[in-house]
């Protein structure tokens, strides 16, 4: 039997009283049988009266329930069914592995150890009751309880109001570096007291209709409610993508078309895209929500919090910690707050901890590898702001093989920028390395004014002017773009092709027998919970599709957009080939891809010089695709939570539009401050997205893809490079471990052992992490690569019952503390500036890297680089 470190240091066991149980109908087992499974899941006893939590009442009485036979059958079918799952910790895969060979081939059970069989039934169990995964088991609940409040009027009002609040201030700080956002997590905090206001506020007045009552006071706040409140907010966490599109055409430093202000443009652009991705969803669910291994590391901290809120908050021993969730998420948001004041007010230094520059401020080769300005911040130590240090890397939420990866990706790709800038490669010697802006060949900022007649690309004038010019960390972050799409498509086809084509199949079958229920041969528990609530019909989605695809074109015809409709249908195809392989790796790593980069480069061959074309296009796929991603994963959360899926369906459609419509009307404000998206504005609204998303325009809507991949050759070939590394990768994990099976047999465990540790690596995470420059660097990273080896290697491997406790609770409090903190110092001392004017708020922009990192290399007496105008 498997020994797992005693977490527990009280004595006291005694089961549940069993009227405690009546109401969940769960029955009383034996106390030693109780001690067994409290001690397999890590959940200690109460320190007031030492009964266990009614979910290690649930999984016993299931393990008393489930044969051995049944047993063994269930655990051979999950143990190949996870066997490519990286989320499937290796001492469980271990465990489980032997014990199904102490069985194998066995056909009396009599003789086989007492201890050997309890264990295979405990894991029996575990597979078909709840979930493998730790991390899923500590923020979800085995049952279902069906009596508490779910769908109230509370959610529908108290979600709208927050929906507003959050998209408020997540548009308002877009356009700032970093952003300070209020996600779901954040709001969770700030919507708890809002519906126990109620709850106890509001008096029981309601009435009967059809059998059912409707009350003004529901009853108590439940964490249903909650949950689905939050939901509603989670899609305020993103603001609209056409925000960028907005801002790009109206500002005078972008494209100056002052008729994109209109807020009927505005707001059919807004509905189009938001609306789009819904249709999609139909196909998503059925490859990641209903698969097991579809975790979606991503929302658990959502769902820690909730319980920290709103669950019974038992006294237990946790490794000697003794203090509640909510307790616990007080105190580390209180302390938040009142930290963040520090690095980003009072002691700027702190945040931006540029130090390795101080020591000789003007030494430009020093600021352009240390700097966490203007450089590439290879500095060990970058900065004591959680904000910073977790802005390119969550910590906590990425599973550890992801964060380390991802931050190798990242490294690697600085030293390859660092190598093409010092040999000047694609004359980057002559620009700023690390710049997310385009360059003419004198050096300085490209004016695509210059080019441009009637807003459509002028070659004359192109000719007279310049060529544009990547900096060296931007020509980085392409090249990883155009290897990352064949890469993700061909690797994850490969990978988990089984699962694509079941969902495609199962698609097709939806279509063709519409009243068969989706959950159709889904055998997980958490399927077996959703089967009893209404389902959410496929042709829901798409009649929503439909009538926003009628909306599109309406949007290309009624305003001056330069695209022809065809462009319409391509898009929807473009998406459809894409958005599996993508939302089945954001569902295993917590890691998502978008199609920005390769909607723009077929539309840039495709309508050569027309920017707003590109531009639209570039909206609508990308939105399509997360939209249909985040209706997924909030299908995920209602798996999980045991929600009706019909009520998270309204739900989002209602969020969708109210997000919307509030972030509109904060960019009519934002278009009027004073100073937005300069490089040096003071409050740091620089707008770095804005500025990635007009530069893009430029390079391949304006001047196009042929006379880009005519100037970088080299570009072009990644798309080759990233299919044959998908196919690499493929053959090394999976079937050359295989091929050695066959030949040598006596090897085989040796074999499986280091199989398991390559599967580890994901080329896709790696590559995506060299997507982290221009104009972010490795200051946005290191801190949290530090913070991740932390809690999800040191913590995670040796105190697990802590990390499962406490470990989402912290991030989120965290996060929340900076969010309104955030808030409150830019309203406070920064729109209307109290600056405190000391060394350690100026420190940081004394030298180089603050002030401007000069080009390595002069303008050659001629007046430019590069090649002359003829060769364009």
């Given at each position: 039997?498997?020994k ?10 005694s089961?549940?009283?069993k ?32 009964t ?34 990286n ?30 069989v ?12 709840w979930?493998?995964?730790?991390e ?13 409040t ?6 529908w ?22 952003a ?12 708890y ?9 509001l ?9 059912k009552?409707y ?19 989670s ?6 993508y ?18 994109a202000?209109s807020?009927g ?29 579809a ?85 060990p ?41 010092y040999?000047n ?9 690390n710049?997310?802006?385009l ?5 300085k ?40 799409y ?5 690797y ?13 199949k ?7 027998y ?18 009893n ?16 695809f ?7 015809k ?21 958005i599996i ?8 790593t ?12 077929i ?5 050569p ?5 590109l531009?639209?296009i ?8 997360s ?5 997924t994963?909030?299908?995920?959360l209602t ?11 309204w ?49 391949w ?16 070939w ?6 044959l ?35 580890y690596?994901?080329?896709i ?26 809690f ?5 491997s040796r ?21 309104l ?8 001392v ?37 090649p ?5």
């Amino acid at each position: 039997m498997s020994k797992h470190t005693e977490v527990f240091s009280s004595e006291k066991v005694s089961s549940m009283d069993k009227d405690d149980l009546v109401d969940t109908q769960v029955a009383e087992v034996t106390t030693s049988l109780l001690d067994f499974v409290a001690l397999q899941l890590e959940i200690p006893p109460s320190e007031n009266d030492g009964t266990y939590p009614l979910e290690v009442h649930f999984m016993a009485e299931k393990l008393e329930e489930t044969t051995l036979e049944e047993a063994i059958k269930i655990v051979k079918t999950n143990f190949a069914y996870h066997d490519h799952d990286n989320n499937f910790r290796d001492e469980y895969r271990i465990e489980v592995r032997e014990l199904l060979k102490v069985f194998d081939g066995k056909d009396d059970y009599e003789k086989a150890d007492p201890d050997d069989v309890l264990m295979m039934r405990y894991w029996g169990t575990v597979f078909n009751w709840w979930s493998p995964y730790p991390e899923v088991r500590a923020v979800t609940d085995p049952y279902n309880d069906e009596d508490c409040t779910t769908e109230t009027w509370r959610v529908w009002v108290l979600g709208t109001v927050w929906v507003a609040i959050a998209a408020f201030v997540n548009q308002f700080f877009s356009v700032r570096m970093p952003a300070i956002s209020l996600g779901a997590g954040v709001i969770q905090l700030l919507l708890y007291p809002c519906g126990k206001a109620l709850q106890y506020a509001l008096p029981d007045w309601g009435f009967h209709f059809r059998g059912k009552r409707y009350s003004l006071n529901p009853g108590k706040w439940s964490q249903k409610e909650q949950l689905l409140t939050t939901i509603m907010v989670s899609c305020a966490s993103g603001t609209p993508y056409i925000t960028s599109n907005i801002i790009v055409q109206y500002l005078p430093q972008f494209y100056n078309q002052t008729w994109a202000s209109s807020f009927g443009y505005q707001f059919v652009f807004m509905l189009v895209t938001q609306m789009l991705g819904f249709g999609l969803a139909g196909i998503l669910k059925r490859v990641a929500v209903y698969p097991v291994k579809a975790m979606w590391p991503s929302l658990l901290p959502t769902l820690a919090v909730n319980k920290a809120l709103l669950a019974p908050n038992r006294k237990e021993n946790i490794n000697g910690w003794l203090i509640s969730r909510y307790t616990f998420f007080m105190i580390v948001f209180i302390g938040s707050f009142v930290y963040f004041w520090i690095p980003n007010y009072l002691m700027n230094f702190l945040q931006t901890f540029n130090w390795m520059t101080w020591i000789a401020p003007e030494n430009a080769d020093l600021a352009i590898v240390t700097g966490s300005v203007g450089g590439l911040g290879f500095n060990p130590i970058p900065t004591f702001d959680w904000n910073q240090a977790t802005a390119s890397l969550a910590p906590i939420t990425l599973p550890l093989y992801v964060s380390s990866i991802g931050f190798a990706g990242t490294f690697f790709s600085g030293l390859v920028i660092l190598a093409l800038y010092y040999t000047n490669n694609s004359w980057t010697g002559y620009i700023p390395i690390n710049s997310n802006r385009l360059f003419d060949n004198m050096g300085k900022k490209y004016n695509v004014s210059k080019i441009l007649t009637n807003y459509r690309f002028d070659d004359k004038k192109y000719h007279d002017y310049s060529t544009p010019y990547y900096s060296a960390g931007n020509l980085m972050l392409y090249s990883a773009f155009f290897a990352v799409y064949p890469l993700s498509f061909v690797y994850t086809c490969l990978m988990d092709w089984r699962a694509m084509w079941d969902a495609l199949k199962d698609t097709g079958k939806a279509l063709r027998y519409v009243h068969r229920s989706s959950y159709h041969g889904r055998e997980d528990p958490f399927s077996r919970y959703m089967k009893n609530y209404p389902e959410v019909p496929d042709w829901w989605f798409y009649v929503v599709m439909v009538i926003m695809f009628a909306l599109s074109i309406v949007l290309v015809k009624a305003w001056p957009v330069d695209t022809p409709v065809w462009t319409l249908v391509f898009v929807l195809g473009l998406v459809f080939v894409f958005i599996i392989p993508f939302t089945v790796f954001a569902a295993y790593t917590a890691s998502s891809l978008s199609l920005n980069v390769i909607s723009e480069l077929i539309i840039g061959y495709a309508l050569p010089g027309r920017f707003m074309a590109l531009n639209l296009i570039k909206a609508l796929s990308v939105t399509i695709a997360s939209q249909a991603q985040n209706y997924t994963t909030d299908q995920k959360l209602t798996h999980y939570a045991h929600l009706p899926p019909r009520s998270i369906f309204w739900l989002q459609l209602w969020a969708t539009l109210v997000n919307g419509l509030v972030c509109l009307g904060v960019i009519q404000f934002q278009l009027n401050l004073d100073g937005i998206c300069d490089a040096d504005n003071k409050q740091k609204f620089t707008c770095p997205g804005e500025t990635t998303f007009f530069t893009a325009s430029v390079a391949w809507g304006v001047i196009g893809p042929k006379k880009m991949f005519d100037k970088y050759p080299v570009m072009k070939w990644m798309f080759l490079f990233g299919a044959l590394a998908g196919v690499f990768f493929w053959f090394v994990q999976v079937i050359l471990p295989q091929i050695l099976v066959k030949y040598f047999p006596n090897k085989a465990q040796t074999i499986d052992y280091y199989r398991r540790k390559i599967l580890y690596f994901n080329p896709i995470i790696f590559v995506v992490g060299c997507l982290g420059w221009a104009p972010y660097n490795l200051t946005y990273q290191v801190g949290g690569m530090y913070l991740a080896v932390l809690f999800n290697g040191y913590i995670k491997s040796r105190y697990l019952a802590w990390w499962r406790k406490y470990a989402y609770v912290m991030e989120a409090a965290i996060v929340t503390g900076i969010a309104l903190a955030g808030i409150i110092i830019f309203f406070a001392v920064q729109y209307h500036p109290k600056d405190i004017d000391w060394w350690g708020n100026t420190v940081i922009y004394d030298g180089v890297d603050g002030s401007g990192i000069p080009p390595r290399l002069e303008i050659p007496e001629k007046g430019f680089f590069g090649p002359p105008s003829s060769e364009w």
